[in-house]
């Protein structure tokens, strides 16, 4: 199985939106609970949100609200909508299992909130 790949970042003002994609073939991805994690220059890797092969979601306080996340096994995608985006938003988003493993980081996808 190869890593997930994202896409969907780019450049927006405060206030706007991103939707993210991380396409992730294989059983593993299909049964497990994913996580978004992004990282941002200086700081460590920091989870985002989850979502359980049910479709529980669970978010931290930084984002809640605001981000939201959806998986269609069908296409092997997840997703990561975020809406209301902040300067502090900034970083490269990836997505992985929860808990991720080490070989399954891919190159991520650069957000950039700035106006």
């Known amino acids: 199985q190869v890593q997930p790949v994202e896409s969907g970042g780019g450049l927006v003002q405060p206030g706007g939106s991103l939707r993210l994609s991380c396409a992730a073939s294989?059983?593993?991805?299909?049964?497990?609970?994913m996580g978004w994690y992004r990282q941002a220059p200086g700081k460590q890797r920091e989870l985002v949100a989850s979502?359980?092969?049910?479709?529980?979601?669970n978010y931290p306080d930084s984002v809640k609200g605001r981000f939201t996340v959806s998986r269609d096994n069908a296409k092997d995608t997840v997703y990561l909508q975020m809406n209301s985006l902040k300067p502090e938003d900034t970083a490269v988003y990836y997505c992985?299992?929860?808990?991720?493993?080490?070989?399954?980081w891919g190159q991520g996808t650069q957000v950039t909130v700035s106006s």
């Open positions: 992985n299992l929860w808990p991720a493993w080490d070989r399954y």
């Open positions: 979502i359980t092969i049910r479709g529980v979601t």
């Open positions: 294989g059983s593993i991805f299909r049964l497990k609970t």
